[in-house]
């Protein structure tokens, strides 16, 4: 089976702080793979890390991407060879509406060989599909969005990518349950296309809703334990100490 995303003996420190103590990982395409495990112990650096954070600085190992080392490359030429990042918290970008935010991406997306005509038709069926106001249209990127509605942008951006391989960090938080639901099942729609997923998270409901084919566990810098959906529920029943 095809590895899309790789990383080995991955580490990395901020400010002299070590963070990731030896990160051993493979993304595949068309799966989902869920990185679950208590706060502190390096899941959100480690999707940083992945998108080429500046901040981060990796003092071993390597990342691959369809065979290609990433490791030094920055973000947007990462994102050209098909990486995206859904963020935690994603920011407010005053001055830029989401409409030519996401028109840029189109085009970028299809190597400037762009419809305006099939751009449109494309926004308005994913803004339908996630529940969001074709208000939003017009106002800048993230700006005075509500915690759920900054989420769901970020699977929208998300799908206009159409990447080999999605990070996502902690989608599921912010959202009502009827939201969850509209979230995950566009997350299936971008496995379905072959998408591989990085879905990181602390709690079992959205995994409820779109079932791993792969469980991770980490802890204190590493990943400790990897395992099927069973994991989740062991995880569930016991916590995360007895990993």
Known sequence: MIRVLEVKDLHVSVNGKQILKGVNLKIQKGKLHALMGPNGSGKSTLSYVL????????EKGKIFLNGKDITKLSPDKRAKLGLFLGFQYPIEVPGISMKNFLWSVYKNSNNGKSSYVDFNETMNENFEKLGIDKNFISRNLNEGFSGGEKKRAEVLQMSFFNPKIAIMDEIDSGLDIDALKIVSKSLKKSIENNTGILLITHYQRILNHIKPDFVHVMKDGKIV???????????????????
Do not use: F, R
């Open 51 to 58: 998108m080429g954070h500046p901040k981060y600085k990796v």
């Open 225 to 243: 334990k990897s395992g099927s959906y069973d994991l989740v529920k062991e995880i569930e029943k016991d916590g995360y100490e007895a990993i």
